[in-house]
């Protein structure tokens, strides 16, 4: 199957800084990207939806100004997660689709602490 | 919201078929049911998925009710590397999200 790329796979960050995570879709070009957030022990929670070119849809309850997305290739989508707090800490996860909708591929996760 | 219910747990035995059910008795015409399963520490990986017919594929073999209001997505043989949490999502056609509920966490005993 396709492959998708996040990097990196974990960071560890001190409270108030800035940390950005990149996703890559490896062999296929996807127009479209989601980012996911995942607290232990719970099911993915679906953070907001980004089109190569155009502004991410953020979904109800997420801070578009405090997880920045930008989409500028068919290939990469960023998430920066702005002025992190504790709270922030999580297992953040990409996905990518591809040239179908039913083609749907996650990356790794990358596991983001702050201290 | 997600809009399947799953059992939150199941145990199988190695090498016996498992059956995971998953109710959706809200389907509209237009989902489509997919499967996907996670391992601790890693991101969803595709299972399987369905319409209206039952599907087969290298994996596993997804079973959708006439009706559609349910499916069960069947392991034909467990190893140990299937433990896993098993989520049944519906995509909405408008909007092609995959909104995950709690999945099954299945247990594979040797």
């Known amino acids: 199957g396709a492959v998708v790329s996040q990097h990196p796979s974990w960071v560890i960050c001190k409270s108030g800084t800035s940390v950005k995570i990149e996703c890559r879709s490896l062999?296929?070009?996807?127009?479209?990207m989601f980012w996911y957030r995942q607290f232990p022990k719970q099911s993915l929670m679906l953070m907001a939806t980004s089109n190569e070119g155009s502004k991410a849809t953020y979904e109800q309850g997420v801070e578009k100004d405090k997880f920045l997305i930008n989409h500028a290739s068919l290939t990469l989508s960023t998430l920066t997660v702005t002025s992190a707090h504790p709270e922030d800490s999580s297992f953040y996860i990409c996905?990518?689709?591809?040239?179908?909708?039913?083609?749907?591929?996650f990356g790794p996760g990358t596991r983001l602490t702050v201290l | 919201d997600a809009k399947t219910t799953q059992p939150n747990s199941m145990e199988s035995n190695e090498e016996e078929p498992v059956h995971l059910p998953c109710n959706h008795s809200t389907i509209s015409g237009t989902d489509y049911i997919h499967w996907y399963r996670q391992l601790p520490s890693q991101g969803p990986e595709y299972v399987i998925h369905g319409l209206t017919s039952n599907v087969n594929n290298r994996m596993a073999s997804l079973a959708i009710a006439e009706d559609r209001k349910s499916s069960t997505l069947i392991l034909h043989r467990a190893t140990l590397r299937d433990a896993a949490v098993y989520y049944c999502?519906?995509?909405?056609?408008?909007?092609?999200?995959?909104?995950f509920g709690t999945g099954t966490r299945l247990q594979v005993f040797p």
């Open positions: 996905s990518a689709r591809g040239l179908t909708p039913n083609e749907q591929f």
């Open positions: 062999d296929f070009q996807a127009t479209t």
């Open positions: 999502i519906l995509r909405d056609v408008d909007t092609d999200k995959l909104i």
